[in-house]
């Protein structure tokens, strides 16, 4: 990608000083951070620059007014969500001051922090994983948990998962599955006006901005998918859902945050999940280097217990 089309959503001043930033510095920048009356700061491959520029509130809702198009209501339910997808699969968080009605966000007014997270597909993370999700003599998937701490490369993995299960493997004979992708927070498809920026393959149906439980049960249901993908699961909803799923004949990769088997199992809706024996897979990846495989665990199931493969 290049940065062109993250620098025109700043305001000038913010513009002149990011495109002398990038202009000057070769790491990868991963996240560009605007908080009111401070200054700018860059997440990039070696750490964080801090820029010598103070955000002015004027400037931070010109970023928001570019962001939505100039019609911030348009926006509105992404904004309740806590961010906005724009153009390029790139992801802006949103935080200020919460307003509730009902027990559900209504709004977020007095927005003083901006977070741009810069979107990078990786094609071909997912080389080393893939082969002990696949079941060749199938030409099926094993039910599958990918597992890790935040910030692994989990939803990398995932999305690369997606576009090679969808697209098939030629090289293996794996013809490609019709995939139900419920992306809720937008990081693995990046739908922007209804298109996804990123490749999730050809025959990947996407439900995006809406809870994993609900999107699962509404592809379930209009899709007919041979493979339900969801990233980050944990609540009751999610377990009943994907329940649900694996009870309708349908294959299941998700992920969830964890360090081992045991921490794991410390979420009592996943260790539902983890007793009923739902998974064939659960996959950790390391959590000192980002997208590298640590440990597979695979069901005996004469004994109904996971082991290390």
Excluded: W
Aim: glycine content about 8%; charged content about 25%.
């Amino acid at each position: 990608m290049t940065y062109a089309e993250i620098l025109r959503y700043f305001p000038r001043r913010i513009y002149i000083k990011l495109e002398e930033y990038f202009k000057q510095n070769n790491n990868i920048v991963e996240e560009i951070r605007l908080r009111s009356e401070r200054p700018i700061i860059i997440k990039n491959s070696k750490g964080e620059d801090i820029l010598k520029i103070s955000v002015s509130m004027n400037e931070l809702l010109e970023t928001l007014q570019h962001i939505c198009d100039n019609s911030i209501y348009a926006y509105q339910s992404q904004i309740c969500n806590g961010f906005v997808t724009i153009k390029g699969g790139h992801r802006i968080g949103i935080s200020g001051s919460v307003v509730q009605s009902n027990g559900k966000i209504s709004n977020i007014n007095y927005i003083s922090n901006l977070n741009f997270r810069i979107a990078r597909q990786i094609i071909g993370a997912s080389n080393e994983i893939l082969r002990y999700i696949i079941n060749i003599d199938e030409n099926s998937i094993y039910n599958t948990l990918i597992v890790s701490p935040p910030g692994a490369g989990k939803t990398t993995i995932l999305r690369d998962i997606v576009r090679r299960l969808s697209d098939g493997i030629e090289q293996i004979k794996f013809n490609g599955k019709n995939i139900g992708l419920v992306d809720e927070r937008g990081e693995i498809a990046a739908v922007y006006k209804g298109v996804p920026q990123n490749d999730i393959g050809i025959r990947t149906d996407v439900m995006d901005n809406v809870e994993k439980s609900i999107g699962m049960k509404m592809l379930i249901r209009s899709m007919s998918p041979d493979i339900i993908v969801a990233d980050e699961i944990g609540k009751d909803e999610d377990i009943d859902a994907i329940n649900y799923a694996v009870c309708s004949g349908i294959k299941g990769i998700f992920t969830a945050h964890g360090g081992n088997l045991k921490e794991l199992r410390l979420n009592p809706s996943i260790s539902r999940l983890i007793d009923k024996c739902i998974f064939d897979r659960i996959i950790f990846l390391d959590k000192n280097t980002k997208g590298r495989l640590e440990s597979v665990y695979a069901l005996d199931k004469i004994n109904n217990e996971y082991v290390v493969i």
